[in-house]
Each structure stands twice: as C-alpha cells, then as structure tokens.
C-alpha cells in the first residue's frame, strides 16, 4: 500500500476524541461515586448491627469505662502576648494517661485501636470562664475588637501508646506545644473523643460524643520579667523523647540527640539552663524547654 493510500484511510476527528473523553471521565466520575455510596451503606448497616448487638453508638464496646489521668500537671508558663514570634510553652510538658476499664478489669491496651482517640484542651480561669480566646483591640479601623485565640499551639492531640519509666505500656497524649497570650491564674480542661468505628474514620453516620474530662491543677502564666524559669526536666519526659516523643527542646537540642546516642561523642552546642528571659543575641526564638544534657545523660 502507497503512501497515498494511507493518507486516504479516514482518522477519527478531535471532536470524536473529546467525546471519548469526556464519556470516560463522565463513567469514572459515576464509578467513584457508586463506590462512596456503597461504603457509606455499608458503613450505615454495619454500624446499625453493631449498636443492636452491643449497644454502642461509636464501634467501642458498650462496656467500656474511660479514665483520664494527668500524670503530669502543668505548673507555670510565660505569657507569649500577641504577636507571632515570642512562642513558650506551658511548663513542663503535660502528660495524660487513657485508662480504659471494665466491670472485670483493665483493658488490654494491645485490643485498643488508639489511633482514632483525641484529647481537646481548652482554657479556663479560676472563675470557670473559658478563656481560649480573648477579645483584643482590632488591627482594622472598622472593628473595635477582634477575638483571637488565647490558647496557641497544639490544642488536639492523638493518642499514643508509650512505655512510662517503670517500662510500663500504656495510651497517653503528650501536651509540649501549648502557649498562652495573657498574664492569669489558670487551670486546663480535657476532653476525650472517639473519631472512628470499627477501625474507620467516622465520617458523620455515627455520633461522635464526650467520653471522658479531666481538669488539670491551676497554674500560674507569668509576664516577662516574672517569669522565674522552666522546670527541671523529669524522668518521664526523659523517657517519651528516647522513644521518639516530639517534645521541643531548647536550642533545638533535639536535632543532637540522636547523633550523640550513636556515637557518643560531643556536642558543639550550648547545654547551659539558661532562664527564658536570657538571650544569646541572635535574635532567634528559642522553646521553653530543657538543654541537651537533661536528656541524654
């Protein structure tokens, strides 16, 4: 066959190929949303079972008996104020243990299916007001006030199963990025949710409902000059950040840890416990945490 011949056979127009296109993406798109609807059925059915069976609304076992306990308690902070860049923690971390019972006894922790639980903070002065968010002078000319949050960093953390330093396993949340803007007396509240089902992301067919609340101790936040310093590092906090806890720590020693564990060799790093309210002059932020030597020793 000639070239000629070739150029006499009939191609398929672009305006077929769009077609085609536009017929495949339409199916496709048909196909993804069968496929969402069938698991939301399935999801709908096999919750509606469950909650027959055991007569549970979130996938947990009816019988189950949630505990919090602050293990260990804030005690004091500096206030951040209202700008972005003077971010300190409250001190020292907060740790909370999940303890989760029965009428015959505890939990196995290895039957728990943690990584669906969260544990929300908010604010509160000694009055009980919330104070999570503050109202402030606003910045636009049109609004006499904002409100912004008084509470920074981290607020919702997920559950984690650490060993503590007995070697004990156990379901906690670790607090090591909380700040508070205003100078006050203070105490935390906790609350404990269950965001899955059976091993899913609960996507809003299921009731997502308080599980358990914990206050923690008052605390005092201090203004700059005030602020008489962190607190000694504990052998608990020693303990998570061996296994990998994300606990910041001062002069961001814990880029050094690692490597010092390897190779036992030394640090160029400054490893004095320094109070917040000195400088090194840099002009860099530092966190309010603990030196490198707390840790590793």
């Not at 008996?65 to 409250?90: H, M, T, W």
Request: hydrophobic letters at 30%; glycine letters at 6%.
């Amino acid at each position: 066959m000639s070239s000629n011949d070739f150029s006499q056979i009939p191609r398929p127009s672009t305006r077929i190929q769009n077609q085609r296109s536009e017929t495949s993406n339409s199916e496709g798109a048909r196909a993804v949303e069968a496929s969402r609807e069938l698991q939301k059925s399935f999801f709908v059915d096999m919750q509606n079972i469950y909650t027959k069976q055991t007569g549970s609304s979130n996938g947990l076992p009816a019988d189950w008996k949630f505990n919090l306990e602050i293990v260990q308690q804030p005690i004091r902070a500096r206030a951040c104020g209202y700008g972005n860049k003077d971010y300190r923690s409250i001190s020292p971390p907060i740790f909370i243990k999940l303890n989760i019972d029965t009428a015959s006894g505890p939990v196995n922790i290895e039957n728990v299916d943690s990584q669906f639980f969260q544990l929300h903070a908010s604010l509160y002065d000694l009055s009980f007001e919330n104070c999570t968010t503050v109202w402030v002078r606003s910045s636009n000319p049109q609004l006499p006030q904002e409100n912004i949050l008084n509470l920074i960093g981290c607020r919702s953390e997920i559950c984690h199963v650490f060993a503590d330093e007995h070697g004990n396993k156990g379901l906690w949340f670790i607090y090591a990025n909380l700040g508070i803007r205003t100078e006050n007396d203070y105490f935390l509240r906790f609350q404990l949710f269950y965001l899955g089902w059976q091993s899913l992301l609960n996507t809003g067919s299921g009731q997502i409902k308080e599980l358990a609340v914990v206050d923690s101790d008052k605390f005092k936040v201090f203004r700059n000059k005030l602020f008489p310093g962190v607190v000694e590092c504990s052998q608990l906090t020693k303990c998570f950040v061996k296994q990998g806890a994300n606990i910041p720590l001062r002069n961001e020693a814990e880029k050094f840890k690692n490597t010092a564990h390897s190779s036992g060799g030394e640090l160029d790093i400054d490893t004095n416990n320094k109070s917040d309210d000195e400088s090194d002059g840099s002009g860099k932020e530092k966190y309010n945490s603990y030196s490198i030597e707390n840790i590793i020793n």
